[in-house]
């Protein structure tokens, strides 16, 4: 299965600024996901990132919120922006792995105050 | 009615126990079905996926009934380590996947 990296681990940030987060795959993917995952909850889809073409946002997520870049097979950022402190969750970028479900990034543990 | 829905838990069992956990989805058009662990402060991983005739792996085995659009997953002789948070997940396609809420499992001495 793919190996992704992402970064930044954890972060703490002041309400009103922005956050991106990047994640880099070991193979071309042609779709890569991002979630976020608030405390005690389980995983939510904010969007699928599309190499060449605009994010596809799910219900309750916007672009101005969460942009996201995908300039090539490998690689997509998710940015935070305008922070507040529900914003504070995790956020992690996931790619399909064929038939063997999702392989998904480290995380990153976003703390707005 | 949430799309996948776990035994809310927590499961609390000593070393060597047998311990199930079960998940219901209601989109009749899912495929796929997993079961993904995930460790505190960690990101989730596969742990197996669920097959219409069922499939063993190890101590693991799961199970989906999809005339009751129900999945299973059993645990035995339980080890320190199996403790986590078991994630119910289930496709329809590749890109919508639904996630559970989550069990957590603590397996004591």
């Known amino acids: 299965s793919a190996v992704i990296s992402q970064k930044p681990s954890r972060d703490i940030c002041q309400r009103g600024t922005s956050l991106t987060i990047q994640c880099q795959v070991d193979?071309?993917?042609?779709?890569m996901f991002w979630y976020r995952q608030q405390p005690g909850q389980s995983l939510t889809l904010i969007a699928t990132?599309?190499?060449?073409?605009?994010?596809?946002?799910e219900s309750g997520f916007v672009i101005d919120k969460f942009p996201i870049s995908r300039p090539n097979l490998t690689f997509s950022t998710l940015t935070v922006s305008n922070m507040s402190p529900e914003d504070s969750s995790i956020y992690l970028c996931?790619?399909?792995?064929?038939?063997?479900?999702?392989?998904f990034g480290s995380g990153t543990r976003l703390t707005v105050v | 009615r949430k799309e996948v829905e776990q035994d809310p838990g927590p499961f609390n069992v000593p070393e060597g126990a047998t311990v199930a956990f079960n998940c219901t989805y209601s989109?009749?058009?899912?495929?796929?079905f997993f079961w993904y662990r995930q460790d505190c402060r960690k990101e989730p991983k596969l742990l197996m996926s669920?097959?219409?005739s069922g499939n063993e792996d190890g101590r693991f085995t799961a199970q989906l009934n999809r005339a009751s659009q129900y999945i299973s997953l059993l645990i035995r002789d339980s080890k320190l380590s199996d403790s986590a948070t078991y994630l119910c997940?289930?496709?329809?396609?590749?890109?919508?996947?639904?996630f559970g809420a989550g069990t957590r499992l603590t397996v004591k001495p």
């Open positions: 996931s790619v399909a792995s064929n038939s063997y479900g999702y392989t």
């Open positions: 193979s071309q993917v042609t779709m």
């Open positions: 990132a599309n190499q060449g073409s605009e994010a596809t946002y």
């Open positions: 989109n009749s058009a899912s495929q796929s």
């Open positions: 669920v097959y219409s």
């Open positions: 997940v289930v496709s329809s396609t590749t890109n919508d996947m639904r």
